[in-house]
C-alpha cells in the first residue's frame, strides 16, 4: 500500500481508482465507445458524482474526474462525461424542479441516458456575455430561437442543455436561462462540423429555429440562471482537466515503454538524456496539474464554488499546458513511429490541443487570473 493512501485521496477513491483503471485496461484504445460507456454507467462510475436518493453514487467532483483521468490513462477517454454527469446533472441535481430530477438524474447516473451542453455561439465565442440566443414566453410554455457551434455529442444525447436568454419583465435586459431541448425537438436542426478529430463523439453547428418548448423546459429559477450556470461551469473545468491528465499520462506511459525498449546505439534511447529529460519533465507537470486538479475538486465538494473558480480555471490551464506538452514529447520519443496510426499516438496531436482550447481558452483563463486574482486591469 503506497504510504499517501488515505492522505491525498481517501481509501475509497483509491480504490475507485483501481477498479477504473482495470475497467479502462480491459476496454483499451481500440474500445467499443458504447460498450465502454454502457458499462461504466452499469457500474456506477458515470454518475458517481450524482444523488443516492436519484440513483447516483452520492459522491462528488474528485470521484467523477478521477473515472474520467483513469480511462484516459487507459486510452479510452468519454468526452461526453465533462457534460452529461458533470456540467447537466450537477446543474439539474442542485437547481432542478423535482420532475426534472425524477426524469433525469437515473438515466444520467447510469448512463442510460445522456444530456449535450451547448453555450458556445459563432459571433459569441469566447465572450458569453454576447450570446444571442433567445426564449419567448409562449401561451403554453416558450418559443427559442438562436445558433450554437462546435456542441459535442447533440446527436448520441437524448436532448441538449441550451444556454439561451429571456427577457426580463422589469428590465427588458436579456438574462442567461438554461433549457433542456430533446434532440427530436421540430426546429432543432444539427449539421456535423468536419473537426481533424478522431474521438467517437462529433461536434455540431446547430440550429434553433422557432423550438417550441413547455412550461418545464426551463431548468430551476428564470432569475437565478447565471448562478445556475456557474454551477456548471466549474464540474466543467475540473473534467477538462481530468480529460487532459488522463491523455497526458497515456501519451507519457506509452512513450516511456517505448524508450526503454528501442535501441539504436548502445543503449535504449531512454538513456539519452534528450530523451528522458522531457519525459521526466512533462510526467513532473502533469503531476503538478493533478494536484491542482485535486484541490478544486475538494474545494468545490466541500460547497466552496468560489474557491473552486479559482482553482478549477488554473487546474484546466495546468492540464491542458502538461498535456500538450507530455504528447508532443511522446510523439517525438517514437521518432517515425510516433506518427503512425499502430502506435496511435499521432491522433493525439490534435486531440490534446483540445483542452487548450475549450471549455475556456487558456487566454480566457490568463485574463481571469490577471484580473480576479492580480487584480490587473482590463483591455476589453
Ligand atoms: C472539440 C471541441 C468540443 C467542444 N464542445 C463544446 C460543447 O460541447 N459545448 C459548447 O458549448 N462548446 C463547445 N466547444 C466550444 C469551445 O468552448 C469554444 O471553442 C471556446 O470557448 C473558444 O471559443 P471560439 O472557438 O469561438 O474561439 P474565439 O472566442 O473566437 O477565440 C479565438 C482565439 O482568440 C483568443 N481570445 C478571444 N478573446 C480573447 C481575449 N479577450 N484576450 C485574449 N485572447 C482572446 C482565444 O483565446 C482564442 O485563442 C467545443 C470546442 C471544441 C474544439
Same mark, same amino acid.
Given at each position: 500500500m503506497s504510504v499517501t493512501e488515505g492522505v491525498l485521496e481517501t481509501e475509497e477513491q483509491t480504490a475507485l481508482r483501481s477498479a477504473v483503471a482495470a475497467l479502462g485496461r480491459r476496454h =483499451? #484504445?481500440?474500445? $467499443?465507445h458504447e460498450a465502454l460507456w454502457a458499462e461504466a454507467g452499469k457500474l456506477g462510475y458515470l454518475g458517481v458524482n450524482l444523488p443516492a436518493e436519484y440513483g447516483?453514487?452520492?459522491?462528488?467532483m474528485a470521484e467523477l474526474s478521477l473515472v474520467l483521468e483513469e480511462l484516459g490513462a487507459a486510452?479510452?477517454? *468519454? *468526452?461526453?462525461m465533462i457534460v452529461s454527469p458533470a456540467i447537466c446533472g450537477t446543474v439539474i441535481a442542485r437547481f432542478g424542479t423535482d420532475a426534472q430530477k425524477r426524469a433525469w438524474l437515473p438515466g444520467l447516473s447510469d448512463g442510460s441516458r445522456t444530456m449535450a451542453f451547448g453555450i458556445t455561439e459563432p459571433d459569441a465565442g469566447s465572450n458569453?456575455? #454576447?450570446?444571442?440566443t433567445t426564449a419567448r414566453r409562449a401561451a403554453d410554455g416558450w418559443i427559442l430561437s438562436g445558433s450554437k457551434v462546435f456542441v459535442s455529442g447533440v446527436d448520441i444525447a437524448d436532448a441538449t442543455l441550451i444556454v439561451g436568454r429571456t427577457e426580463?419583465? #422589469?428590465?427588458g435586459t436579456l438574462k442567461p436561462c438554461l433549457f433542456i431541448v430533446p434532440?427530436?425537438?421540430?426546429?432543432f436542426h444539427r449539421t456535423p462540423i468536419d473537426m481533424e478529430l478522431t474521438a467517437r463523439e462529433k461536434q455540431f453547428e446547430l440550429t434553433l429555429d422557432e423550438v417550441r418548448l413547455p412550461? $418545464?423546459? *426551463?431548468?430551476?429559477d428564470e432569475d437565478a440562471g447565471l448562478l445556475q450556470l456557474f454551477a456548471g461551469l466549474n464540474p466543467e473545468r475540473i473534467m477538462t482537466a481530468a480529460f487532459a491528465l488522463g491523455m497526458g499520462r497515456y501519451a507519457i506511459e506509452r512513450a516511456v515503454r517505448y524508450a526503454k525498449e #528501442?535501441?539504436?546505439?548502445?543503449?535504449?534511447?531512454?538513456?539519452h538524456q534528450a530523451i528522458a529529460h522531457p519525459l521526466a519533465q512533462a510526467h513532473i507537470e502533469l503531476e503538478l496539474a493533478r494536484l491542482m486538479m485535486r484541490k478544486a475538486a475538494v474545494l468545490y465538494d466541500a460547497g466552496d464554488d468560489t474557491g473552486a473558480g479559482e482553482a478549477a480555471n488554473m487546474a484546466k490551464y495546468a492540464a491542458a499546458e502538461a498535456c500538450v506538452k507530455a504528447v508532443d514529447q511522446a510523439v517525438h520519443t517514437l521518432g =517515425?513511429? =510516433? *506518427?503512425?496510426r499502430e502506435f =496511435?499516438?499521432?491522433?493525439l496531436v490534435t486531440a490534446s490541443r483540445v483542452a487548450r482550447i475549450a471549455p475556456v481558452s487558456r487566454e480566457m483563463i490568463l485574463n481571469y487570473v490577471s484580473h480576479q486574482t492580480l487584480g490587473l486591469p482590463k483591455s476589453y
Open positions: =483499451g #484504445r481500440d474500445h $467499443d447516483g453514487g452520492g459522491a462528488g486510452g479510452c477517454p *468519454l *468526452l461526453m458569453s456575455h #454576447r450570446i444571442t426580463d419583465a #422589469r428590465t434532440r427530436d425537438a421540430p426546429g412550461a $418545464d423546459a *426551463l431548468v430551476g #528501442r535501441q539504436v546505439w548502445k543503449a535504449p534511447i531512454g538513456a =517515425g513511429n =510516433g *506518427l503512425t =496511435g499516438l499521432a491522433a
